[in-house]
């Protein structure tokens, strides 16, 4: 069964240091989503891209965050100046047209 | 302030036992979904849905667009039911999401 994968699955950075996070969704879904969990809190949703540009992004995905879809198969999110408070747990989703979306295993972030 | 709201936030059942937990959202929606997190973390999608009812298995999530509420019950419940299961609100592709409530079903 396809499935969504997330590299990596564990990263550990220093505040101020950029982290890219990647994701290759599942190949014929066409919605792509991030979402972060802080620990211990509920999911927040980050950002939707679809048909090659954000279509929706929360207040949390300031101009730290981009994401980009650079080679029709990786979608990454990025983060340019990391905080403390960006330690979380990073997942990716992608769903086709009219179903459910299909969640990636996660990246768990640690910024020091 | 919370767009999505569940019910309850623990809830600890006996092998066998129907459950049902409970969100209430106050935004309007294109769907609502319910997810399962596993205690590793991971998330799966169980159900999308915009209206009436839908049924997977010993699973069955309700809505109600009038009263902006949903259910998710589940039947003869069992160990590897215990998990967190959250409601997230669809408006569009931006997504509200419950805290969660922490199922734990035991034998």
């Known amino acids: 069964e396809p499935e969504v994968t997330q590299t990596p699955s564990h990263q550990v950075t220093q505040m101020g240091q950029e982290v890219i996070l990647r994701c290759v969704p599942i190949?014929?879904?066409?919605?792509f989503y991030w979402y972060r969990q802080i620990l211990g809190q509920k999911v927040e949703f980050l950002v939707s891209?679809?048909?090659?540009?954000?279509?929706?992004k929360s207040e949390i995905f300031d101009d730290q965050f981009s994401v980009e879809r650079p080679d029709g198969s990786n979608f990454t999110l990025k983060i340019r100046s990391t905080k403390l408070e960006d330690s979380a747990m990073y997942f990716c989703?992608?769903?086709?047209?009219?179903?459910?979306?299909?969640f990636g295993p996660g990246t768990r972030l640690l910024v020091l | 302030k919370n767009e999505v709201e569940q019910s309850p936030q623990n809830l600890t059942a006996q092998e066998g036992e129907f459950i049902t937990i409970n969100c209430s959202y106050s935004?309007?929606?294109?769907?609502l979904h319910w997810l399962q997190q596993h205690p590793g973390g991971g998330i799966v999608s169980l159900f999308m849905?915009?209206?009436g009812k839908k049924k997977h298995g010993r699973l069955i999530a309700t809505i109600n667009i009038q009263e902006k509420h949903s259910s998710l019950h589940i039947t003869a419940s069992h160990p590897r039911d215990s998990a967190v299961y959250i409601c997230?609100?669809?408006?569009?592709?931006?997504?509200?999401f419950g805290t969660g409530t922490s199922l734990t079903v035991i034998p």
């Open positions: 989703a992608s769903k086709p047209e009219q179903e459910t979306q299909y």
């Open positions: 891209f679809y048909n090659n540009e954000i279509s929706e």
């Open positions: 997230a609100a669809g408006r569009g592709n931006q997504f509200y």
């Open positions: 849905l915009s209206s």
């Open positions: 935004v309007g929606i294109s769907a």
């Open positions: 190949s014929n879904h066409l919605y």
